[in-house]
């Protein structure tokens, strides 16, 4: 059943996946009436019968009909995450409705609008939202079961030439991004500008340390650059490092043959760093809190592997840094972003840009670990 | 050589400790001038020529001289924390200067003033401030050695008739307290409030899960109430439990026969807990990621025995609590706890109160966990 | 056109409101579906044809049909605010649809709902919201054109004996209030609430001082007492005073006989006020900016007269306090309130309940200046 | 009586100024000691033996002795602030030492170190504090009395060859920018950084208007462009205008041909401005209030000439942005401010430098309206 929503409570790495959300009712009532009027029109689009990247193929199915508060968009880009990866591979614990179609972050031009809808119109450029739910302010869900219903999860995804969503779900592009540089900011860059804007309140001056060089870690390069920080930034290539300190890095560091830890104090002066983009996860919580200002700030940043973090008490207690998972973030964080992507003309980092038909190249690569995002591009 | 500073870099639990800020060296000169002009007065004073408290003994000292910033303060009762017995068993990696004078938080009346000294006169009754350095604003420090200048460690302990400090050391007492509970804000009244109301923002209807009833927890137990919050209490002790609800606590966790993170859930409608006093450390962590509301606040406080924290990295991505660990604070938030303590009433908790002779029972007492503070009155 | 919506840019005291927000269509289509299909019910509504309440009387009207997203909920008590009586007597610059039907404040039972309600149940007891649109998170509406979408204004009035709004609209009631007094927190309750906790993070100690004992000022020292806070209340009444005490107040000052700034001086050791509820506007501004603390908070609430705001620049200067206009708020803080209530047992203060039919009267007593809300029980 | 501390109570524009804060008497008791011992080293210094500023001349002096906690700086470079030449003319309400010394912002090079100095060596490039006594956090003073003990004014100037003063009142300088430009951060650049950084939070995209293009605006510019923030500078003058818009702003407005506010909302899509540095005062907020975006901010700074800030009540209410009144700001923002000026590479607008014997020219400037700041070099 294409689009129908699931509705399910499900362990996910040891805690529950809030998905029934009032979304998920009001999308599943609305898909109905999608189904039976709109036979006419016919679109590709990539999905999988059962957990299995390899099981990924391009079906030809029909454009949805939207409801009366939904808009009707065709894709112009899709922006892969590595999580995109490990649902196709496991599931990720989230008891997916097949055929499932991958991928959360798009661009697109609007088609056609309900008679309800107000805030867009035919014609305008768009990109999707990553939890629809969640507009502003606090997070949705509670504390036994997180929200977690995002596109191309509990959602349906976006590798598809149209979808149709009801239209708080998306959120106007930036103009000065083109249609694959745009679909790269619903997951990836609002994760860095979550973390280190909205609620890091990141200053010029700070010190920021960015762990590696994949999607969200050369946003918050480039977030953080822009705000007048210092960044640092740690690889284990040499190139990757390089490439870093082109896009504006003012120091790169080499794990592998350096000890970080030490380093961050060596270029700050023992300060330590203001903010870390802790995307390692795990044991590494613990460099990252020895490398942390007093006051400091660490997000944790990553993908969900059910992975421990640990560190050491002491730091934690007499730096007393404030310490915070960072899960993407709202609609309203996003429009803050599209307008500071157009005043300080931020360009995304592209790795590699693929056509429709190489869905399956793209996922590759991002197996690989890219430098910036990978994209299909429609 | 009784009152010197020490100025040592040293190792502790893997991270250095800051003893070389400028209050060391001021307060260095200053007791150079204490000696050797003020000889007529007396005092008695426990202290130790070496770790071990079977060391600690009564000795007759002089009444230190004091400098044109210092006041004279004669000591009206002690409050000892758990922190004491760490530092008199293992010198908890700090270099000691001894003869050792042990703990930090005090309550007195001032004997005399130097004649720079401007905000008390002779009569006034004061607490001690814990981490001299520190007035308000980010902490002292840096990110390689922070900050861990406090009474009792590399600064003089107050377990002595007098003592003579920087005025800046000290605080107007509360006057609705008497002496000896007066004597329990400095540590772990301040830690209890630094986390829920400075760093907190603790409001009416928030659930709070204090773990313990130590100082610090309830501490917590009656701040949380008087802000109109929930608060819920985990213990080992039917007996204790009991106890903290006579004290306003709306649950009481078994931690022996029950879930706590279970009864969190079924206490709040699966809300979570919006901010947790996590005392435990270690993996208990991990147990209060599960509890913790979306956006909620994990405040980490315990001893600084080197434990490692950890907890898997799910809920703290997708609830995207704040955790923070928190070590004491600063004056500012200590005068805003003595003022909120004479306007609301709130009495602090002391399960037994010793006499000066008694210290060495008075320590014993805080090894067997307290039902709240051990102080010793003079 | 009974339950219209309005769409208009109206100059409202120089300013222009924003009426044109999605909701506005949103919710005029689907009171498009209401019409034509339930025909079997009647209720009474008050509702007027023209500006000035003279005009205000009772009718006989169909029971409005409720679309997908809709609830039906049957009145039990309408809280006026004195807002309500200036729209009937002059309508405030707004475009209102006629027959208007007034207030924005209620307390109900679900009678029915609509397939895509998730979020309640017939038989829950709900309350509505002041400002629909706004969820969580920053305010809707713009520089220009501020959104001032309400109940009982731009949207629908409530004294009626049901309404049909979207689901979204309205809170679950808490479980510890009657009717009557549900029905005063979605304005009253709220604009307190927001200024003292969710923007002014009130803690215990804190001085603040409430202007006056209408039915915001009786919130905000109820709130501000439950939080810890000490309460200094001013008024021209003697016997408000003394009820003001009687309900928690630590201090009444006289407006009348007292200068109440020397007095907040004299109360507070010449501190001042943390927290200044502005309620009377205009010149008394600058009375506030002289009472004020160094670093406190001034919240200006008022009713809508185009009054001007004026003080001398030094305080604002030199003791740097925040000003901040205080509108209402958002659900999310709403939600909060509402627990709040249950778990601190909160009580509103109303000064009389009338019955349906003695709206006039009740409005009268509004003008008259109650202690505490005026409230309609059905 | 050279240097010597007042220590006084007076009225000042309606309020009264807190001048009895513990570092007047600190200073004045080391100030003591200076006299009598070091007579062997002249200097020259501008002063003044009454109000009026016709009456400031060229003295020789002998240079300070310092205290224990003292640095003896040798100046080389003063900026002026309009406030130095109210204070010559009016005095201001202080109750001001004759000879008085004018000046509060200077850099210069430490001489000698008092034996308890700890945070500077001889050599040592160094700025002033703008008011010295509050280090972090809350400001000091109480409501009655604000603090307002500042360089050239309760304390003494800086016009001068040499000053001694606690090592506390200095802040290491920052290394890219020579002593002329190092001198202007003190006051104008602080007081931008601390409404726009400190205070604001701004943040990339946000749009900030900034009023004129005097000391205090260019910095809002440079600080507000250096975060990524779109500035709109307004201002009469056509030339100056082109000026800003050469350093970094996006729009400049004048305001002698164009309704600001209409341009605003004409620039911003009628969003609003984010942030205003509103310096004219007055009822120019009234404006501001107008221009303002829902939920923004604007920071009032201006000369305390005792104006009236007065505005409609109506978008305070509806917007609800926060207003706040900025006086400079504490010694940590003011690192952090030397720290961000030699990471990001800010340059302060020098309009126009004079030569020490050039002060009364260097104040007739300041007099008409500089384009950014008017220095002295020693």
């Known amino acids: 059943m294409l689009h129908s929503i699931v509705s399910v409570q499900e362990p996910m790495m040891g805690i529950l996946i809030a998905t029934g959300d009032p979304f998920s009712t009001l999308c599943s009532f609305q898909h109905n009436n999608w189904k039976g009027t709109n036979m006419s029109k016919w679109m590709q689009e990539w999905s999988t019968e059962a957990v299995g990247p390899h099981n990924l193929k391009i079906e030809e199915r029909?454009?949805?009909?939207?409801?009366?508060?939904?808009?009707?968009?065709?894709?112009?880009?899709?922006?892969?995450?590595?999580?995109?990866?490990?649902?196709?591979?496991?599931?990720?614990?989230?008891?997916?409705?097949?055929?499932?179609?991958p991928a959360s972050d798009m661009s697109g031009v609007v088609e056609a609008v309900g008679k309800g809808v107000t805030r867009f119109r035919p014609g305008d450029r768009v990109i999707s939202t990553f939890a629809p739910g969640w507009l502003d302010g606090l997070r949705p869900g509670n504390g036994r079961t997180p929200a977690y219903a995002t596109l191309g999860g509990v959602h349906p995804g976006v590798l598809s030439e149209y979808v149709a969503f009801p239209e708080d779900w998306f959120v106007a592009a930036p103009k000065s991004l083109d249609a694959a540089e745009a679909s790269t900011l619903p997951c990836a860059g609002l994760t860095a500008w979550f973390a280190l804007i909205e609620k890091g309140h990141l200053k010029p001056g700070d010190r920021v340390v960015v762990q590696g060089t994949g999607g969200v870690a050369l946003f918050g390069l480039q977030i953080a650059k822009a705000v007048g920080a210092e960044v640092i930034v740690t690889s284990s290539s040499r190139e990757k490092l390089e490439k870093a300190l082109a896009l504006g890095a003012a120091h790169g560091i080499n794990r592998l043959s350096e000890d970080w830890v030490e380093r961050v104090y060596a270029l700050t002066g023992d300060h330590g760093a203001d903010h870390i983009l802790e995307i390692a996860g795990g044991a590494g919580l613990g460099q990252s809190l020895k490398a942390v200002a007093p006051d400091g700030r660490i997000s944790v940043i990553g993908v969900l592997e059910g992975f421990e973090v640990s560190g050491a008490v002491a730091p934690l207690l007499l730096k007393s840094p404030v310490l915070q998972g960072i899960s993407v973030g709202h609609r309203r964080a996003l429009e803050d972003l599209v307008g500071a992507v157009d005043r300080i003309g931020l360009k995304p980092v592209i790795d590699k840009r693929y056509k429709f038909t190489e869905a399956r190249e793209a996922l590759a690569h991002v197996d690989r670990g890219p430098f910036g995002k990978v994209v299909i591009e429609f």
Chains 1, 2, 3, 4 share one sequence.
Request: charged share 25%; aromatic share 8%; no cysteine.
């Open 62 to 101: 029909r454009v949805p009909e939207i409801g009366d508060l939904d808009v009707l968009v065709r894709t112009t880009a899709v922006s892969l995450n590595y999580r995109d990866k490990l649902i196709l591979e496991s599931g990720m614990g989230l008891d997916l409705t097949f055929p499932f179609v």
